[in-house]
């Protein structure tokens, strides 16, 4: 395992930091934390008004940072959340997973690819398990959460809640280093898009007060929407429209307003970014599909 002495992390932390980038000291040659836990807490110092975890500790202030990293080779935590940011997660296939899997970063490009737009330039790093993290500024006054292959396989999210480890650090596996020192970018809208905060479809809303929709309908009917709202990029529309043809059947057997069923698969069809002219089409021609083939009544 290659040695690092504490003075050249302390310097990479000071240097996160003077980019406004609050961290925290992990564990030597590890990506885990090196703060105490809320079980063995001694509630004093940073404590004494009760436990705070690694993200309320993490610190811009360089005389903390010059006392954390004073006599230990700690690893470089960046809390994204306090700092502003959204890294995007680029990770490698696991050893034992099939060889023909791609990795975050070749999914990450046909993502872009498939949107229409370059892959971003930003403030980029190497893992140590040779995957990437794209940095980019979070969008202000709103509160992205992490996510988990939300954009693709081995593609995940940091930011409130999350952290990453910092260049500069290392493990067994090798070092965290910079490959394009390029600021961090705003995070472009077409991602922003994919990541934001769902809110409750209105349609959904009026079903679940609704005492004519059966619970069989109205849990199809989340379970639909759901899926559209996740269907990649590339299969939107079928999704969409299978959608429509599944959810029907309902409207015929008078479990479900077709009215309700309309807005609920625009709604989703236009979060997960098909236009609305193209949704109107598709789920006016997926109902009329599925009420064609269905009769009015449910068999006995």
Not at 12 to 36: C, M, N, S, Y
Not at 96 to 109: A, E, H, L, N
Not at 123 to 132: K, L, N, Q, V
Not at 204 to 225: F, M, N
Request: proline share 9%; charged share 20%; aromatic share 6%.
């Amino acid at each position: 395992m290659p040695h690092h002495a504490p003075s050249a992390l302390l310097s990479a932390a000071l240097q996160a930091a003077e980019q406004g980038w609050h961290v925290f000291p992990l564990r030597p040659a590890d990506k885990r934390p090196a703060l105490h836990g809320e079980s063995v807490c001694p509630l004093i110092g940073d404590c004494a008004g009760g436990h705070r975890k690694w993200e309320d500790r993490a610190t811009i202030d360089p005389d903390r940072i010059r006392r954390a990293w004073a006599d230990r080779p700690f690893n470089i935590g960046i809390a994204t959340g306090p700092s502003g940011l959204l890294v995007v997660d680029l990770d490698m296939p696991k050893q034992k997973s099939s060889t023909g899997t791609p990795c975050g970063v070749t999914t990450f490009g046909a993502l872009c690819e498939r949107a229409g737009q370059a892959v971003p330039t930003t403030y980029r790093t190497r893992t140590a398990s040779g995957g990437h993290h794209l940095y980019f500024t979070a969008p202000p006054g709103v509160r992205l959460a992490n996510s988990a292959g939300r954009l693709g396989k081995l593609i995940d999210t940091r930011a409130h809640g999350g952290y990453v480890v910092a260049a500069g650090s290392f493990t067994a596996t090798g070092p965290y280093t910079v490959t394009d020192p390029t600021p961090p970018v705003p995070l472009p809208d077409w991602l922003y898009a994919l990541l934001a905060p769902r809110q409750p479809s209105r349609a959904l809303v009026a079903v679940a007060s609704s005492s004519k929709a059966s619970r069989y309908a109205a849990a199809a009917l989340r379970a639909e929407t759901a899926t559209v709202r996740a269907a990649p990029v590339g299969e939107r529309d079928w999704t969409l429209l299978s959608a429509a043809r599944a959810l029907g059947r309902f409207i015929s057997w008078g479990d479900l307003p077709r009215s309700v069923v309309e807005v609920a698969l625009q709604e989703a069809g236009e979060s997960a970014g098909l236009s609305a002219r193209q949704c109107r089409s598709t789920v006016r021609s997926g109902l009329n599909w599925s009420i064609a083939r269905n009769p009015q009544r449910r068999p006995a």
